[in-house]
T-cell receptor, first 113, second 112 residues
Framework: DQQVKQNSPSLSVQEGRISILNCDYT??????FLWYKKYPAEGPTFLIS?????DKNEDGRFTVFLNKSAKHLSLHIVPSQPGDSAVYFC????????????FGKGTKLSVKP | DTAVSQTPKYLVTQMGNDKSIKCEQN?????MYWYKQDSKKFLKIMFS???????INETVPNRFSPKSPDKAHLNLHINSLELGDSAVYFC???????????FGDGTRLSIL
């Protein structure tokens, strides 16, 4: 029973264009959402987060959008760069869950020069 | 100056053996975690410790025993290894439980 779903296993984008990675969740108690980026043979690296009281958070080229009514969030990368090629994981947690992050399965992004 | 370091990076061993994976963080964080990434690529939390005290134990078999000698270390000991234990194990830490977690590079455990 996946509480966090990333339905696209892979995404290919041209350098300079926008990358949009999507994530859906089923647990309405989730109130904190994160995106992690992972290169092969390395651990996930924290990218950006958003709490449920916001609908958008921006950090440089990365913006996360949260649509609570649809239980959907997305990560936008603009402009995409070849170095952004990695697996992106969406994660969520409930307040008071003591850091129990529930991860999606990941989306592999390939940015072509 | 690696923030979260795990050793060993690779571990190949026979079924039935006992093994340990070590984790150390130099970030001064209070909370540490162990995750398992299985063959289907799901990252699932196993344990969480806050200041050396267990706060999350996600229905992990009791063959897995975390040990936290101090708040900078959280080691994972596994008894009587089984084929299904083959996975990549990640250690992580955070300043507090509701803040982003920093991950180590993982330990790939292969059971023959």
């Amino acid at each position: 029973d996946q509480q966090v779903k990333q339905n696209s296993p892979s995404l290919s984008v041209q350098e300079g264009r926008i990358s949009i990675l999507n994530c859906d969740y089923t647990n309405s108690m989730f109130d904190y959402f994160l995106w992690y980026k992972k290169y092969p043979a390395e651990g996930p690296t924290f990218l950006i987060s958003i709490s449920s009281i916001k609908d958008k958070n921006e950090d440089g080229r990365f913006t996360v959008f949260l649509n609570k009514s649809a239980k959907h969030l997305s990560l936008h990368i603009v402009p995409s760069q070849p170095g952004d090629s990695a697996v992106y994981f969406c994660a969520a947690s409930e307040g008071g869950s003591q850091g129990n992050l529930i991860f999606g399965k990941g989306t592999k992004l390939s940015v072509k020069p | 100056d690696t923030a979260v370091s795990q050793t060993p990076k690779y571990l190949v061993t026979q079924m039935g053996n006992d093994k340990s994976i070590k984790c150390e963080q130099n970030l001064g964080h209070d909370t540490m975690y162990w995750y398992k990434q299985d063959s289907k690529k799901f990252l699932k939390i196993m344990f969480s410790y806050n200041n050396k005290e267990l706060i999350i134990n996600e229905t992990v078999p009791n063959r897995f025993s975390p040990k936290s000698p101090d708040k900078a270390h959280l080691n994972l000991h596994i008894n009587s290894l089984e084929l299904g234990d083959s996975a990549v194990y990640f250690c992580a830490s955070s300043q507090m439980a509701d803040q982003p977690q920093h991950f180590g590079d993982g330990t790939r455990l292969s059971i023959l």
